[in-house]
């Protein structure tokens, strides 16, 4: 058994390699003793933690109940409901922006609906949260929709036994035992949220958040540029998701000790 591991491990090594090598070469290029802002640089770090929070807020209220629903559902409503997560999941950012302008840009219906109050939601704060609250939502509901299908079928049919109506099992049995799965979910949807690029380029280019920013240190000072804010980026969504795997880790292991 330990042959066939050590084996897995050696042909395992160009993947590992593959995944590691950019992070290694990051602390490698990057100048330590002239780290320092870029102009812009504040507000790009400040537009993305605000209104990706709220982005944050409205993806779990929005997608609790669908992932809550489709781990409970059967038949051809939870089909179609499962496509209509699927698609903007497998769609390619860019795209999804033009779709999201076409739909609800100035010549769209809703557009021209706001329009008559003198309103967008084309470069501004809340197309910004829109296209992040779109751009994340599927990755929320997936995973969420996977913490709530490893709720144990027997606690909540006894529950329904004693006479718990649905939204009690749904807020104290449910939603605690797959706490540690939603608290990945929320972390993954926030990574995705901030590091969203395709969809608020084209949808929600003003104002700019880290990502666009760094795209244009890019283009204007080229690559020595974008060092500092890329690690703010990274410090700002890497640590939360990394905390909930390591402790998803430990309940995992704490239950097969039990067992």
């Known amino acids: 058994m330990r042959k066939r591991q050590s084996t897995a491990l050696?042909?395992?090594?160009p993947a590992l390699l593959l995944l590691a090598v950019p992070f290694v070469t990051l602390i490698g290029v990057t100048h330590w003793q002239h780290l320092r802002l870029a102009w812009g640089d504040s507000h790009a770090i400040a537009t993305s933690l605000a209104l990706g929070g709220v982005a944050l807020l409205l993806i779990f209220l929005s997608g609790l109940p669908v992932a809550w629903w489709l781990s409970q559902?059967?038949?051809?409503?939870r089909l179609i409901v499962e496509l209509l997560v699927l698609i903007p999941l497998l769609t390619p950012p860019l795209a999804m922006g033009i779709l999201l302008v076409s739909a609800y840009g100035p010549y769209s219906v809703p557009g021209e609906l706001l329009g008559r109050f003198g309103m967008t939601l084309v470069n501004n704060p809340a197309a910004f949260v829109l296209a992040q609250w779109y751009g994340a939502l599927p990755y929320f509901v997936t995973a969420a929709r996977s913490a709530f299908a490893g709720v144990p079928?027997?606690?909540l049919e006894a529950a329904r036994?004693?006479?718990a109506p649905p939204w009690q099992r749904f807020w104290r049995l449910s939603v605690p035992l797959a706490a540690p799965g939603l608290a990945s979910a929320t972390a993954l949807a926030w990574v995705r949220a901030m590091g969203e690029f395709g969809i608020v380029m084209i949808?929600?280019?003003f104002p700019q958040g880290m990502p666009v920013q760094l795209y244009?240190?890019?283009q204007n000072d080229g690559v020595d540029?974008?060092?500092?804010l890329l690690w703010l980026l990274l410090l700002f969504t890497l640590p939360v998701p990394l905390?909930?795997?390591?402790t998803s880790r430990r309940l995992q292991q704490g239950k097969v000790a039990l067992v």
């Open 161 to 163: 036994t004693l006479g």
């Open 10 to 13: 050696w042909l395992s090594l």
């Open 243 to 246: 905390l909930c795997f390591v």
């Open 225 to 228: 540029a974008v060092y500092v």
């Open 73 to 77: 559902a059967r038949g051809k409503a």
């Open 216 to 218: 244009n240190n890019l």
């Open 203 to 205: 949808f929600a280019y």
């Open 153 to 155: 079928k027997e606690i």
